[in-house]
């Protein structure tokens, strides 16, 4: 057990000098390498020190004084050091790392005043047998109420982890909210803003992105799907879910702008100055394929217009077993996410050649291959900004409650 905290130790310091690397090298190109490097050897110290933690219990030398502050350290980098970001603002990652070297560096010299030998742990601090039962009933108490707290951070982290991985860093989860982040990329004086977009969200959220375009001489490349044939059956929308969480459709935000078209687009010479003008970008359902259009009426009809989320749910996933096939994820896929991201960058080339300023405010996960075209394109990334869409402190949970307990 000694070799193990004594790895722990090392590996602690190690992810902090590496994470202290990465942040420095944010902003200068291609870091990816070494944080790779940096995320293994973060992987590699949440595993270790799981092990001291429930060494704990089976083994009464190990000094808890001096290992518990490297765990707790550990544990609120499960939720990304929240709320350290209002403080020291985007740097906070580096403050961090920073603290976190200095925190691992302390105990090495704490523990060398100890054994007056070595900064890591020698034998001598392991003398005599190492179980002892008055010791492992007591961590087994402590565990009761701290093992459930444990798995919460452990799941928030992984969901964060997923979270920010399929929505290519443009979506965020802290533990006060949702947050939906905006990158601008520049070449040639040109400026492209993707801006993450969610079907349901605080008014605050949309509000301040339709203002953030109002004044300047831009275009945006709106997103939402046309139905010219009336392929889908009722009503699909999110307004009742998002009366249910006194939240804001998407749907229901409207850019302030002239609309254009793409015939138009090419004669467009009258740009009126200070003002925005709106194109839709997307496609139309006829588009789609049968598959597809079967789900989205499938979701219409049993979740989004269901008066219990719980039965609209059970229903809906019933549903599924019986119609859905191996194909049908990839189907849908293609359809909402290839064909549709195809169409807005359908629109780039002849965007550029008359707007100085091009905002494509489209979903979260239809940024990760936006991204990926206007890389390619030259542009480079200059700033980014995060907007607050979900603040879970102001859901209704009784309310919602009251709605998923419904038979």
């Known amino acids: 057990m000694r070799k193990v905290a004594n790895l722990f130790l090392s590996v602690f310091i190690l992810a902090a000098i590496l994470g202290i690397f990465v942040e420095f090298l944010r902003t200068q190109g291609n870091f990816a390498p070494l944080n790779n490097l940096r995320n293994l050897t973060a992987i590699l110290c949440v595993f270790l020190g799981s092990c001291v933690y429930f060494g704990f219990a089976f083994n009464r030398h190990l000094p808890k004084l001096l290992l518990l ?18 403080f020291a603002g985007d740097s906070y990652r580096l403050y961090a790392a920073t603290g976190q070297l200095l925190l691992g560096l302390l105990i090495l010299q704490l523990n060398l005043l100890r054994n007056k030998k070595s900064r890591l742990l ?50 965020r989860l802290k533990p006060n909210g949702l947050y939906m982040i905006e990158k601008s990329y520049q070449r040639d004086g040109r400026t492209i803003r993707l801006a993450g977009m969610i079907h349901l969200g605080q008014p605050d959220y949309y509000r301040d992105l339709i203002v953030s375009i109002e004044g300047t001489q831009a275009i945006v490349l709106a997103e939402g799907v046309t139905d010219q044939d009336g392929r ?18 998407q749907e229901d935000v409207l850019f302030r702008g002239r609309l254009v078209t793409a015939e ?28 597809t259009i079967a789900v989205l009426n499938a979701l ?25 096939h191996s194909e049908t994820n990839r189907i849908i896929m293609a359809d909402l996410l290839d064909k549709r991201n195809a169409a807005v960058l359908s629109h780039l080339s002849k965007a550029l050649q008359k707007y100085r300023t091009i905002l494509i405010p489209w979903g979260a996960l239809h940024m990760p291959g936006i991204e990926q075209a206007v890389i390619a394109q030259g542009f480079c990334l200059q700033e980014s900004r995060e907007r607050l869409s979900i603040d879970f402190l102001m859901l209704p949970y009784d309310k919602l409650w009251h709605q998923l307990s419904k038979n």
């Open 69 to 86: 502050p490297l765990l707790v350290s550990m544990a609120w980098s499960f939720i990304d050091f929240w709320p350290l970001e209002f």
């Open 122 to 171: 020698v034998p001598s601090q392991f003398a005599g047998p190492a179980f002892n039962g008055r010791n492992f009933f007591r961590c087994s108490l402590i565990n009761i109420p701290l093992l459930p707290l444990l798995l919460v951070l452990i799941s928030y982290a992984a969901a964060d982890r997923l979270i920010e991985q399929y929505s290519a860093g443009f979506m």
């Open 264 to 291: 138009s687009l090419e004669q467009l010479d009258d740009l009126e100055k200070g003002k925005a003008d709106i194109l839709r970008a997307d496609i139309d359902l006829k588009e789609f394929n049968a598959h």
């Open 300 to 324: 219409g009809k049993y979740l989004l217009n269901s008066d219990s989320l719980a039965t609209g749910y059970q229903q809906f996933n019933r549903w599924a077993a019986e119609n859905t």
């Open 232 to 249: 889908l059956q009722g009503d699909f929308g999110y307004g009742k879910i998002a009366e249910l969480l006194g939240l804001t459709s």
